[in-house]
């Protein structure tokens, strides 16, 4: 049986640092084939339409003929209704978007977005106010989000909550462009100018809540959604220049419907001044919401394998200049195979070992894998992870994100050498000098407990996130033949459940919540010091390891064990 694993390189100023691992010289480093690690490299997503390129004329997906309100959706509309009647308002209210969208889909929808036909969103909320004021009822809070048009955020959005529901109210809209601007100018329009202004005839539709009926103006909208086709109401490529986040809104809702995408949207999306639009119109934090949403969604994998076949990973993805190493050819490929091995996987091994945070950014950290070796040079010369960049600087995303991620990525690795220790009795070379203690005489078994105990103290509650992830390093050829991807998701997944077993039998797990035998104030009074510094944490990491080993042991014990320690070594230096 050969053992293949992927090169680990461990970046020193990562805040997960381990000493350097010596392997034995029988088990050979070497990346894996694309093949073997159970996907494959080609477009996983061809997205395309008919045969002939044309719109899908069948209706695979059942569309409601009407819409059904709850109980709660009732008395909202109802509210709104009755603002109008008692100052005799002439407004047609229309739910707009998404949640009629879903409403006909039969799925449920709590974001309610309602659009005016003559007078702002924040006008109407004023008036809604007055009538609770009428009402002697208590008054809401209004929000108010400013138009940007400099970031394709054309209109003012105002909110507050009705029935404990936070509800949007926005005007209909109409545009006009001058010449040589990419600045719309703004004015009222009507519910027809708005619907084909929308970015999808999906989410053209309304719900007119003063005559209770579905309005769909472009005559396709109710269509689409039966044929499941993600099309423009208007020319795509204007429709993207118009606001180039509608990209990736047509990317995110075709991945969770799964819709097929227009074949002229995808020339449009593939196009350069769009690219460009998108790059340069829209804010980063806008692109890396929409990148969560399908993160987070039904399927990230065709989200992402969308994006890389139309030629868009490094405009959403932008990375550093001066990468090291330098990225290779088919990059982005290989960062979707590694989320579509990794997706794969947690559907075999079952989502409810994994809170939703958890299963984020163990796709997160799957799909920039191929990443986790890259650094560049900050403006502080200092060395930084292609990873953090990505998070911060493309996308926007916490911090925290990119730290876990990177952190990910290292635990990960780490795994990748423990498994064969885990999994054999046999006492591997690499052991004693990751353990690195002269005096620290442990069996074999207590080996296994201290290095894996290391790790799971470092990584909390992620390390079932990281033993997961690592098995998509982990590789075992037991014949000449290549195995099959269902073959490697099989041994992936007993892998996961054996060594998550071998952790669990050795009691560690919640191991990072076990406080130390000894203090840093113990530790002191031991070596009769008045301050902390080096030799203090040094004792503290050995006490650490000491504990693991005997996870029977008293403080007595360990006190005991310290002294004996002191001793071996103060006879070593007087022999030298």
């Not at 009647?85 to 229309?94: G, V």
């Not at 030629?311 to 290989?334: C, H, M, S, W």
Request: aromatic share 8%; glycine share 6%; proline share 5%.
């Amino acid at each position: 049986m050969a053992l293949h694993l992927n090169p680990a390189r461990f970046i020193a100023f990562h805040p997960l640092r381990f000493p350097p691992l010596r392997l034995p010289l029988s088990q050979t480093l070497r990346p894996p084939p694309s093949r073997r690690l159970g996907f494959s490299l080609r477009g996983l997503c061809s997205g395309g339409g008919s045969a002939a390129g044309g719109r899908v004329m069948e209706a695979p997906f059942t569309v409601k003929e009407r819409i059904d309100l709850t109980k709660k959706e009732e008395k909202i509309f109802q509210r709104l209704l009755d603002v109008i009647r008692h100052f005799k308002l002439e407004t047609q209210l229309r739910v707009a978007g998404g949640w009629v969208r879903d409403k006909l889909l039969g799925k449920d929808c709590h974001d309610i977005d309602i659009a005016l036909d003559n007078m702002l969103g924040r006008e109407f909320c004023e008036k809604v106010n007055e009538f609770l004021q009428f009402a002697g009822e208590e008054q809401q809070g209004i929000g108010v989000i400013q138009c940007n048009p400099d970031q394709s955020k054309h209109l003012e959005t105002a909110r507050m909550r009705i029935y404990d529901t936070w509800i949007d109210f926005v005007n209909l809209r109409s545009e006009t462009y001058a010449e040589n601007s990419r600045i719309p100018t703004m004015k009222f329009g009507t519910a027809e100018e708005d619907a084909y202004r929308r970015d999808l005839t999906i989410n053209s539709l309304f719900y007119n809540i003063n005559t209770s009926t579905v309005e769909d103006i472009t005559g396709r909208g109710v269509q689409d959604l039966k044929n499941g086709y993600i099309v423009t109401p208007l020319p795509p490529k204007a429709t993207f220049l118009d606001d180039p986040l509608r990209v990736l809104r047509a990317i995110r809702f075709g991945a969770r419907f799964g819709f097929t995408l227009d074949e002229e949207l995808k020339k449009a999306a593939c196009d350069d001044e769009v690219k460009a639009a998108i790059a340069e119109k829209i804010s980063r934090e806008r692109i890396g919401h929409e990148i969560d949403l399908m993160m987070s969604d039904k399927q990230p994998v065709k989200a992402i394998s969308y994006i890389v076949d139309l030629q868009l990973f490094y405009v959403v993805f932008t990375l550093p200049a001066n990468l090291k190493p330098a990225v290779i050819e088919g990059n982005d490929r290989i960062c979707v195979s590694y989320l579509d091995a990794a997706w794969n996987l947690l559907q075999c091994v079952g989502h409810s070992i994994f809170s939703d945070e958890h299963r984020r950014l163990y796709l997160y950290a799957a799909l920039f894998l191929p990443f986790r070796s890259m650094v560049y040079m900050d403006r502080k010369s200092k060395k930084v992870p292609v990873t953090s960049f990505i998070f911060r600087d493309s996308l926007k995303l916490k911090a925290s994100d990119a730290e876990m991620v990177m952190n990910l990525h290292v635990a990960s690795e780490r795994f990748v050498y423990l498994i064969p220790l885990l999994e054999s009795n046999e006492d591997l070379e690499f052991v004693d000098a990751e353990i690195a203690d002269e005096f620290l005489d442990i069996p074999l078994t207590s080996k296994r407990r201290v290095l894996a105990g290391l790790l799971l103290r470092q990584i909390k509650d992620y390390w079932r996130v990281s033993l997961l992830a690592s098995t998509l390093l982990y590789c075992r050829v037991d014949h000449n033949d290549e195995p099959s991807s269902r073959q490697l998701e099989s041994d992936r997944r007993k892998m996961f459940s054996k060594i998550q077993s071998i952790v669990t039998e050795l009691g560690l797990d919640q191991v990072w919540e076990v406080k130390p035998l000894l203090d840093g104030k113990a530790i002191m009074n031991f070596l009769q010091l008045k301050t902390g510094g080096p030799l203090v944490r040094e004792w503290q990491q050995k006490l650490l390891k000491w504990q693991l080993a005997h996870p029977e042991g008293t403080a007595e014990e360990c006190l005991d064990w310290m002294k004996q320690s002191q001793a071996k070594r103060a006879k070593l230096d007087c022999c030298t």
